[in-house]
């Protein structure tokens, strides 16, 4: 069994946590945001829209059904959003040093050590997500072995960059082809396109889409600032010139606002959790979702063809835009999510409806 260190977690406004080490002893700075899931941990590790950022999990046990093995089914990992752990570190309330479950293949820990990442646990996570959603998203470190590092702000970089796929790869062989701009996509969203019949062409996030015949255009996820993105900006402007259907998702539904003129800002805390209830404007329907972004549309920034989608039932939120005439909408939230309801799934259904009509 690892050597339990003492380790601490230190927040920008001078806070101090004291717990104990797992995992990588390593020392590391990011923003520090917290997650609610009660399960789901090795597919929220390995979400590129954490990139740089230091999870809170405020559920209490974690690490208690292991990590799944690497299996590979259609060119993806089955039990993961992407090939590696996307977070900076993690921080638990209690972690557990046995685990059972029939898919495990290792403990979290070995996990976390084989991606140089660390953990703390036995740090009161509720006590310290009121503290973030009292003061908002702040910046912190884990700090192991006493070996101190600075402060480091991942939303002053091109995160999309370091997450994106490096070359072009295509999934499936069906009659649509959906060319995919890869802002750290997760795994499962290809997964929601292949069912669907289409042939899914992943490409870089500063692709030039003139390069690739398509006959719809997707764009993902991903971490940080959207207005980085400045490429993918630019493609999308393109796109939305062809009047080819688009669907963008979460990071995607905030850079199609930037490509329509629209304007972003940065959440308070974010929205990380798989309980966000989000009502479809114009109706009673009410979904609940699975969300993980820090930014958000300012709908009053959009022009007069576009118009909210949904709206988080919280706080008023933007959860996706849509032109009033042409095939163009996003979602805020994870329709692919399934750590819980799969009910806005239908969102993949409407794109290839729209699709489908323009054959």
């Known amino acids: 069994m690892q050597k339990v260190r003492e380790a601490f977690l230190i927040l920008e406004d001078g806070s101090r946590l004291t717990g104990k080490s797992f995992g990588y002893e390593g020392s590391v700075s990011g923003e520090v945001v917290f997650n609610t899931a009660m399960t789901g941990y090795p597919e929220s590790l390995t979400d590129a829209s954490y990139k740089g950022q230091i999870l809170v999990a405020t559920y209490p046990l974690i690490g208690n059904y292991g990590v799944p093995e690497y299996i590979e089914e259609n060119g993806l990992l089955k039990h993961f959003e992407s090939d590696r752990i996307q977070v900076s570190g993690l921080v638990i309330s209690d972690y557990s040093f046995k685990f059972s479950h029939w ?78 701009l890869d802002c750290g996509v997760k795994n499962n969203i290809i997964r929601c396109l292949l069912k669907r019949d289409t042939m899914v062409i992943r490409v870089p996030w500063n692709f030039d889409i003139t390069r690739e015949d398509y006959d719809g255009l997707f764009i993902s996820n991903g971490p940080g600032d959207p207005k980085m993105c400045i490429e993918t900006i630019n493609s999308l402007k393109t ?108 969102l993949f259904d409407e794109f290839l409806s729209l699709i489908e009509g323009r054959g």
């Open 103 to 180: 898919s495990a293949s290792k403990s979290l820990s070995d996990w976390l050590i084989e991606n140089k990442v660390p953990g703390i646990f036995d740090i009161d996570t509720r006590a310290l997500t009121k503290i973030l959603r009292e003061n908002g998203t702040m910046l912190g470190k884990i700090i192991i072995n006493e070996k101190d590092v600075q402060l480091y702000d991942p939303n002053k970089e091109n995160l999309v960059e370091k997450v994106s796929i490096p070359e072009k790869k295509v999934y499936g062989k069906g009659k649509h082809r959906i060319l995919l």
């Open 239 to 346: 796109g939305l010139e062809t009047g080819k259907p688009i669907f963008g998702i979460c990071l995607g539904s905030q850079l199609m606002a930037l490509a329509t003129g629209g304007d972003t800002y940065k959440l308070k805390y974010g929205h990380r959790s798989h309980n966000q209830p989000v009502l479809m404007n114009g109706t009673n329907r009410c979904y609940i979702t699975s969300q993980n972004h820090g930014y958000a549309v300012d709908n009053k920034t959009l022009s007069e063809d576009w118009e909210p989608y949904f709206t988080n039932v919280n706080d008023g939120t933007s959860e996706g835009i849509r032109h009033r005439t042409k095939p163009f909408f996003s979602s805020q939230f994870h329709p692919e999510a399934s750590s819980g309801p799969v009910d806005t799934e239908f």
